[in-house]
């Protein structure tokens, strides 16, 4: 089985990501980050707005339209609000970057096989499959950049095939920016750099800057034209927004230097291994390829001081990091893999005794774990809860039996089939912790509007969730401590909790409002006042 998989890398890493992310791609519920994008290809679709963005009619000039405009071509093809399909794209680059992750790892002379199982801890690594829910801008501006240089490695390292190698990644970097501006410049190519002038150093460079020369000013096409064409078409909203994006960068969400130091554990399940590849004195006398090991150490490293000079700092912004750290732990399992079994040394073995024994008792664990958390709700998730534990307790043995027999190659792989079989056995019981009762769709505004033939407006800005479930604009008509009142003599009017009696008190001498639901979108037994409204039907006295 092993032989098969490792003969067809390629369709083994597609097989993995439809089967860990693409057939269950509906269940998880859709988060702040995803709503902005799908909002925002629903209006490209509904009004056109191809170009200059919008979201709930409001100019959205914070993220490049790239990612959003295959979001909007994937909605034409499967439904403007199908979930799978809006989705589709964003897990398709994760199989994106996880393709050229093999390829990169060849051409750092690592085996086939090697490759393939660096392919396989990328696309496996938390904050990569979770960033696809979470910010799914993300993994495209650092797939289109590992892409972009892919081939900026090959324009360094070669000499034939220049002036492709330079075009062909200014085009893959220009993707990068038109996805996420500057961001994945300075997060994964820059260290990138610092790290190739370190270890490989700039061999013939002069010879190449023409060459050079061509990738910038392909990469800076691409990705800029869109900037200067909103700047030139919407100067006043664009530099307004730019203001408020450039701002964060030193005011919002600040953390201190160290805030990113942990980073090794937003691998998931390979955070020991993770670890592990990091000890550079221990490893460095271990791999077969110093250089590519030091080139993969010194990007890994780099890439996390540079962002730690950031002040803004969110745990999703380390998901670049993982993509030099997958390389980086590919050492330390290949050395595992090739010399565990006849190490007699307690250091090489203690951490995998402990880091696979521990997933082990995970696995073997969850059957047993599962009916107390599915409590009274187990009878409806019974064939899931079956496959789940079925596959899971024979994953748990046999990483054990395969551990006794000092077998790291078997472990490993049964490691990847772990994680997979969770995402597609075990993935549709998380619906049981999104359940709450007082749950209650806006979405179902649309027959209260047409029953009464009144529209709707709020006061203050929906959030993204609200305004991605309503399908549809709603105004906000209350802005800078101001409440415009819209022209009609019956309206509906969504009102948050903390703002309730102000806008009512301010209201009641003109007009009758009817207190007629209360829309709720938190899941289980979050309740975050930002997913509350409660709607009034507003009519003059």
Same mark, same amino acid.
């Given at each position: ?71 909007? +071509?994937?909605? $034409? *093809?499967? !439904?403007?609000?199908?979930? @799978?399909?809006? #989705? =589709? ?5 994760? &199989? ?120 910038? +000013?392909?990469? $800076? *096409?691409? !990705?800029?034209?869109?900037? @200067?064409?909103? #700047? =030139? ?5 664009? &530099? ?123 696995? $073997? ?177």
């Amino acid at each position: 089985m092993i032989k098969t998989i490792e003969k067809y890398p390629l369709a083994t890493i597609c097989i993995v990501i439809v089967l860990m992310l693409i057939v269950n791609l509906n269940i998880p519920a859709v988060t702040i980050m995803e709503a902005r994008n799908f909002i925002t290809a629903r209006e490209m679709i509904n009004d056109n707005n191809w170009l200059l963005t919008t979201m709930n009619g409001e100019p959205r000039y914070q993220k490049p339209p790239l990612p959003t405009w295959f979001t909007a +071509i994937s909605g $034409i *093809i499967f !439904g403007a609000n199908n979930l @799978i399909g809006l #989705r =589709l794209p964003a897990a398709l680059m994760v &199989l994106f970057l996880g393709v050229f992750i093999y390829y990169f790892s060849l051409k750092l002379q690592l085996t086939k096989r090697h490759s393939f199982r660096n392919s396989l801890i990328i696309i496996t690594s938390f904050y990569v499959f979770a960033i696809i829910n979470e910010a799914p801008w993300d993994i495209f501006a650092h797939g289109f950049m590992i892409a972009g240089l892919y081939y900026l490695f090959l324009f360094f390292k070669e000499n034939t095939s220049v002036w492709k190698n330079a075009l062909i990644s200014g085009i893959f970097i220009g993707f990068s920016i038109m996805s996420k501006g500057p961001v994945s410049l300075f997060a994964v190519l820059l260290p990138f750099v610092i790290s190739y002038s370190i270890v490989y150093k700039f061999k013939d460079f002069k010879t190449k800057i023409g060459h050079l020369i061509i990738l910038f +000013i392909a990469s $800076i *096409i691409i !990705g800029g034209w869109w900037f @200067i064409y909103v #700047r =030139l078409q919407d100067p006043e909203a664009f &530099l307004a927004i730019a203001t408020k994006e450039t701002g964060n960068w030193s005011s919002y969400n600040v953390k201190p230097f160290y805030y990113y130091w942990s980073f090794f554990t937003q691998s998931g399940l390979w955070t020991i291994p993770a670890f592990i590849g990091l000890l550079y004195p221990y490893l460095i006398k271990r791999v077969d390829n110093k250089k590519a090991y030091q080139f993969s150490f010194f990007w890994t490293i780099s890439a996390v001081i540079l962002l730690s000079l950031i002040p803004e700092k969110k745990a999703r912004y380390l998901m670049p990091v993982l993509i030099p750290l997958a390389f980086n732990t590919g050492f330390y399992i290949q050395y595992l893999i090739k010399h565990f079994n006849n190490s007699k040394s307690k250091i090489d073995k203690i951490p995998a005794y402990f880091n696979f024994g521990l997933i082990a008792l995970i696995a $073997i664990s969850i059957p047993f774990v599962l009916p107390f958390v599915l409590g009274d709700n187990f009878k409806e998730y019974i064939i899931s809860y079956t496959l789940t534990s079925i596959s899971t307790l024979t994953i748990g043995v046999l990483i054990i039996l395969f551990l006794i027999k000092k077998d790291i190659k078997k472990v490993f792989y049964l490691t990847v089939t772990f994680i997979m079989v969770l995402f597609l056995f075990g993935l549709p019981i998380a619906e049981n912790f999104t359940k709450n009762e007082a749950y209650n769709s806006i979405n179902k505004l649309h027959k209260i509007e047409l029953k009464n033939n009144i529209s709707t407006y709020s006061v203050g800005s929906l959030t993204p969730e609200l305004i991605w479930d309503y399908n549809g604009i709603i105004k906000d008509i209350y802005k800078n401590n101001t409440l415009v009142l819209p022209s009609e003599n019956n309206f509906g009017l969504l009102v948050m909790n903390e703002n309730n009696e102000e806008i009512i008190s301010k209201l009641n001498n003109k007009y009758n409002l009817k207190l007629t639901e209360t829309y709720n979108l938190n899941s289980g037994s979050k309740s975050k006042e930002r997913l509350i409204r409660k709607f009034y039907i507003v009519s003059k006295k």
